[in-house]
């Protein structure tokens, strides 16, 4: 062969390896679940919101050079990786299928009330308070009658994902109806459109759905506050019990509010790769957000973490695997991709910003030479200045404030900034 026919088969094999590269894998890789063939399919058509090959059936992921091919034990009927800071998606599997979301959506419930309650105001529990509570509720201990802080009640939402704690917050907010408004006005404040409301705690309910897609949107808007950022990587916190008994005779101990004391107890949160379990160690750099897990719904989780300066956002719906923690497990792998292929592929959407807000500098790097599908052409952090800082945290700090915010929201800025590291404690955690 000759000089010259060697130097054009090089130029279109060259030519046709991003092409094969940037097909999306395969999406049957499943493990150790049912039969794909009785497993639900996703719809023919969902949404593109974040770009058009958001809204495809199937894996989407677009592999450069060096880059990681995907895991190959991964069943969520949908999930999605993305770059927290840039909003780049790097893959996604039916990231707009509508699904139960279970208590993920608690997420949404504390983005949108935490803001309007003080911190340290005080509420007595009302009997009716409790009544909407569904039969099979996860519950942190909330007793009617008895006074809490809005603190503790935001504790037991985010650690034990307490029903009892939401429905309190719930009414502190208006009640229940007017909440579940809010979170949807929020919603789609946000562009979470796949996302419909009926409970303010997840619970299941007919036509209650959101999206792998919305839920990664809900986790950044919810990590800009300094509050989430701290409940949701919270691992244990003390919660206030029952009265003290005293013996008869004994007057009744009171606090420094004229109340009687009261008893305490531990709650440790429920998100495994925070705390750990059994074959689930503790995910080096998690620091939140929220998990769940309900009949309809299967177990569902939405994660963040921070390697070597790049924050990742992930969300898991409804493995079919029969591994034991399956969404924690898989969630896992794919952070593990994530932080590896970063930078090596090409992002096949984006995490678009609320409708009000209006870009402040010039297109994210996930815009900058986006092609139909709204994919970019890195995953480079965005060179955005930020304007507003939250204030800086303490070791309980999730995600602490340093050179800026990863996104502020303040009237209609939008805007993004590097670094949002985390503190030691949580660094130190690592992933055997």
């Known amino acids: 062969m000759s000089a010259l026919k060697k130097t054009a088969l090089t130029v279109i094999a060259a030519a046709l390896l991003p092409v094969m590269t940037a097909a999306p894998a395969s999406a049957d890789g499943k493990v150790d679940g049912p039969d794909n063939n009785n497993q639900p399919k996703p719809p023919v058509s969902m949404s593109t919101v974040g770009g058009a090959k958001l809204g495809r059936a199937g894996t989407q992921v677009n592999l450069g050079a060096g880059a990681p091919v995907l895991p190959k034990q991964l069943s969520g009927r949908s999930w999605i990786v993305a770059d927290a800071e840039s909003g780049a998606v790097l893959a996604s599997h039916n990231a707009h299928w509508r699904l139960p979301p279970a208590s993920t959506l608690k997420m949404l419930f504390a983005d949108t009330v935490l803001p309007k309650l003080p911190k340290d105001e005080v509420y007595k529990v009302a009997p009716t308070d409790l009544a909407g509570v569904g039969a099979?509720?996860?519950?942190?201990?909330?007793?009617?009658?008895?006074?809490?802080?809005?603190?503790?009640?935001?504790?037991?939402?985010?650690?034990?994902?307490?029903?009892?704690?939401?429905?309190?917050?719930?009414?502190?907010?208006?009640?229940?109806?007017?909440?579940?408004?809010?979170?949807?006005?929020?919603?789609?404040?946000?562009?979470?459109?796949?996302?419909?409301?009926?409970?303010?705690?997840?619970?299941?309910?007919?036509?209650?759905?959101?999206?792998?897609?919305?839920?990664?949107?809900?986790?950044?808007?919810?990590?800009?506050?300094?509050?989430?950022?701290?409940?949701?990587?919270?691992?244990?916190?003390?919660?206030?019990?029952?009265?003290?008994?005293?013996?008869?005779?004994?007057?009744?101990?009171?606090?420094?509010?004229?109340?009687?004391?009261?008893?305490?107890?531990?709650?440790?949160?429920?998100?495994?790769?925070?705390?750990?379990?059994?074959?689930?160690?503790?995910y080096k750099g998690i620091a939140g957000v929220k998990n769940g897990n309900t009949t309809h719904a299967g177990a569902t989780f939405t994660g963040v973490a921070e390697r070597d300066g790049r924050v990742l956002l992930v969300t898991v719906m409804n493995p079919s695997s029969t591994e034991g923690q399956a969404v924690y497990q898989e969630a896992a792998r794919l952070l593990d991709w994530g932080f590896t292929a970063a930078g090596k592929v090409t992002p096949v959407g984006e995490l678009v910003p609320p409708k009000s807000a209006r870009m402040n500098a010039s297109p994210s790097p996930s815009a900058?030479?986006?092609?139909?599908?709204?994919?970019?052409?890195?995953?480079?952090?965005?060179?955005?200045?930020?304007?507003?800082?939250?204030?800086?945290?303490?070791?309980?700090?999730?995600?602490?404030?340093?050179?800026?915010?990863?996104?502020?929201?303040?009237?209609?800025?939008?805007?993004?900034?590097?670094?949002?590291?985390?503190?030691?404690?949580?660094?130190?955690?690592?992933?055997?």
């Open 136 to 282: 099979g509720s996860s519950l942190v201990g909330v007793k009617e009658n008895l006074k809490y802080s809005v603190h503790d009640l935001w504790l037991g939402v985010f650690l034990r994902s307490g029903n009892d704690a939401v429905h309190v917050l719930s009414e502190m907010n208006g009640g229940v109806k007017k909440t579940v408004k809010d979170m949807q006005k929020h919603a789609e404040e946000l562009q979470a459109l796949d996302t419909q409301v009926v409970t303010p705690d997840g619970y299941d309910e007919k036509n209650q759905v959101s999206s792998a897609y919305d839920l990664t949107l809900i986790a950044r808007s919810g990590l800009q506050k300094k509050d989430f950022r701290e409940y949701c990587a919270t691992v244990t916190a003390k919660f206030p019990g029952d009265v003290k008994e005293t013996k008869e005779g004994e007057k009744v101990e009171k606090d420094k509010n004229g109340d009687p004391k009261r008893d305490s107890f531990e709650i440790q949160n429920t998100n495994r790769l925070l705390t750990g379990a059994p074959g689930v160690p503790t």
């Open 368 to 432: 900058v030479g986006a092609d139909s599908a709204g994919a970019g052409k890195a995953t480079e952090p965005a060179k955005f200045a930020a304007t507003n800082g939250e204030g800086t945290g303490g070791v309980g700090t999730a995600l602490a404030v340093a050179g800026g915010v990863l996104v502020v929201m303040g009237g209609a800025v939008f805007l993004v900034n590097r670094r949002w590291p985390l503190p030691d404690l949580v660094r130190r955690r690592s992933r055997e």
